[in-house]
């Protein structure tokens, strides 16, 4: 499904729960996308977000379990709370300069989910942001840590790697803290570009 130019704002729950929905495409004249507006969509398989986008609300994709891979255009500033939660097929997502805010469990037991790169120490990301993402290997910050909530990455038990830019010995203490209970095995590792 393609939609038209010119729609600016996608409402609350416009298509919760539509069955048929495969693939959408939303052109870069929409700049919110609302409350739970495509919750529960179960064969969503494709999403494409343009340049023009600000705003992706909470519950927005939430549950959308065949959803596989999402790339959030630079202009968009926040994510809301729960905005992917139990998306459980998507494993990829990729985030750009530009992004302000990740609300709380916006990526929530997103279970198939493996690597994150964070592009900017000023995003805020919200409390339990990434909790639940069972398969979730890796954390790469760009340019450093960003404002990270209590929880964040709470039940990721394969995270291996958490890659930040030129760390003093300090941080790395407190970082160390921070990912406490993140892996089975505790082989966590903490590397400083």
Partial sequence: MVLNNGLEKIGR???????????????????????????????????????????????????????????????????????????????????????????????????????????????????AAFNGCIKLREIVCIEGLPGINDYTFDGCPTLERITFPNLSSRLEDIIQGWASGCTEQGTTMYESR
Avoid at 21 to 42: E, H
Avoid at 59 to 68: G, K
């Fill in 13 to 127: 729950a416009a298509f919760d729960g539509c069955s048929s929905l495969v693939n959408i495409t939303l052109p870069s004249t929409v700049a919110s996308i609302g409350v739970a507006v495509f919750f529960g969509c179960d064969i969503l398989m494709e999403v494409v977000l343009n340049e023009g986008l600000k705003h992706i609300g909470e519950f927005a994709f939430a549950q959308c379990r065949s959803l596989e891979g999402i790339f959030i255009p630079s202009s968009v500033t926040g994510i809301g709370d729960n905005a992917f939660s139990k998306c459980s097929g998507l494993s990829e997502v990729i985030l750009h300069e530009g992004l302000q805010r990740i609300g709380a469990g916006a990526f929530d037991c997103c279970s198939s989910l493996e690597r994150i790169t964070i592009p900017t120490s000023k995003i805020a990301v919200g409390i």
